[in-house]
């Protein structure tokens, strides 16, 4: 029976690898319409960083198993996901004014340097429309705070792994729900979903959604002061320090694999910001070995 498991994981980890390069090269360009009322500045540095990163984060990505991930590789359940969290709990934390900056680079549309791209709706919009009033982007929790009381301190509050730019109206529409399947169009959603008690975002980014919340999970267990969060098949959490449903969570983990958009923001999280990386777009497998 375990080297069955064994040809099985090997087989899920290959074909994980296999979706995710053909996505890469068959997937067409973020074409987006950017937003008219932009007047942004040229290229900054932050711009190089993104566009280094991008050229280096699928060699970089193999590189890290002998060295980053040492320690977990080879292992699975609660002793793959405990290495985990000891790995990525080194990190350099953000106050959540310096998030605003971080997000105009992990989040730079590859088409246009002047804009990002929003999580849920999939728009290119300017990356000085941030704030709260309508026509804006503001930084979406996707691990919703409420979810364990973390609010905007230091630490799971702004944690960038998780946190993305959306449209400020999209956002209010997510609220605090967890996770699902079904519902009915969000306006100006992309091809969101919601219904009284669950979101569902666009296709394109249920897998990066999925890998967020996991990764949080990991991230965070309780032993620096922050609630320890956990996902779960339910929805309807409210302000317990649980996200749903995990279940439809691992199924867009298998169904959107990571892209290069994903993977490039990983790394310039880990070059220039952070210093900690999120497994689950290094080795989306990990998700099934540990849940």
Known sequence: ?????????????????????????????LTATPATATTEPPVTAAATVTATATATATAANSDYDSTYYKNAIGKTGTALKSSLHT????????????VWDALKATDQD????????????????????????????????????????????????????????????????????????????????????TDSDSFEPRNAVKGDVARMILYMAVRYEGGDGWADLEPNNNVNNGSNPYMGRLSVLKAWNEQDPPDAFEQRRNQV??????HNRNPFIDHPEWVEAIW
């Open 110 to 193: 590859p088409n246009n340097s002047n804009n990002v791209i929003l999580l849920y709706s999939g728009v290119s919009r300017g990356k000085s429309l941030n704030g709260g009033n309508t026509g804006n982007w503001n930084r979406e929790h996707v691990w919703a705070k409420s979810h364990g009381d973390f609010g905007t301190s230091t630490g799971p509050g702004t944690d960038i792994h998780h946190l993305r730019p959306t449209d400020v109206q999209v956002n209010s529409i997510r609220g605090n729900k967890d996770f699902d399947n079904g519902g009915s169009a969000v306006a100006n959603g992309g091809g969101s979903l």
């Open 87 to 98: 790995i990525i709990s080194s990190q350099t934390k953000l106050s959540y004014s310096a």
């Open 1 to 29: 029976m375990l080297a069955i498991r064994m040809r099985t994981r090997h087989r899920r980890a290959v074909a994980f690898a296999t979706a995710a390069a053909l996505t890469a090269l068959a997937a067409p360009a």
């Open 269 to 274: 999280i880990h070059d220039s910001y952070q």
